[in-house]
Each structure stands twice: as C-alpha cells, then as structure tokens.
C-alpha cells in the first residue's frame, strides 16, 4: 500500500496561482497512474486531472482544463498539480490519489479507480 501525502493549499485570491504537491511513500510511484480529485462542501467528489504512470499522458475534468496541470516526478515520488487563475469556484480540499494501472487514462475520471488516498489540502480562493 502506497501512502500520499498533500502539501501546498492555502488561502488566494481569484486570479492567483498554486502548486500542489503530492508526496508517496510505501511503494515506487511509478508503479500508478496518479489522480488528483476535489470535494467542496456539500458536493461529492470531483475528478481533475490525472497522469499516466510515466507522464506521457494526461487527462483533465472539464471545470480545470486549459488552467490545471499534473505532472510528476518518479525520482521524486511525487506528484504535482499546478493551478493558474484560480476562481472562487475551485475552492475545495484537494487530494491526490494512486490507482493500479488496469484500465485506460480515461478510466481515471472515477473515484473507484483509485485504491490509496492522501488525506487533502484546503485550497480557498477568495472573490
């Protein structure tokens, strides 16, 4: 079992850029497609973008895509999501999640996908 941990949310006004990142331990991080998710109050859990094991493919939630990017690290074990002009609309707890490589990028849009998850970071974007 894979253990991740989230690192890098804050509090930024709209318009503003973070970078998130995602630490592994327990087991390489090649050895998954990595996928960070998002869950505002009251809504369930959103996908946002996820990576192939080598980073030679991504895969984005429509809400993020054009300001989002993932990409890693395996040297690193780490995963990265880089948000630019953030909207007040994108505040949430953000995870990072790691699912065994069964299926095709695209799968990874599903929650069920992925076997390990970090426990979140807030990222708040204030009007």
């Known amino acids: 079992q894979v253990q991740l941990v989230e690192s890098g949310g804050g509090l930024v006004q709209a318009g503003d850029s973070l970078r998130l990142s995602c630490a592994a331990s327990g087991r390489p991080l090649s050895t998954y497609i990595m996928g960070w998710f998002r869950q505002a109050p009251g809504k369930e859990r959103e996908f946002v973008a996820a990576?192939?094991?080598?980073?030679?493919?991504?895969y984005y939630g429509d809400s993020v895509k054009g300001r989002f990017t993932i990409s890693r690290d395996n040297a690193k074990n780490t995963v990265y999501l880089q948000m630019n002009s953030l909207k007040p609309e994108d505040t949430a707890v953000y995870y990072c999640a790691a699912g065994n490589s069964y299926y095709s990028l695209s799968y990874y849009y599903r929650a069920a996908a992925f076997g390990s998850w970090g426990q979140g970071t807030q990222v708040t974007v204030s009007a």
């Open positions: 990576i192939s094991r080598t980073g030679g493919d991504t």
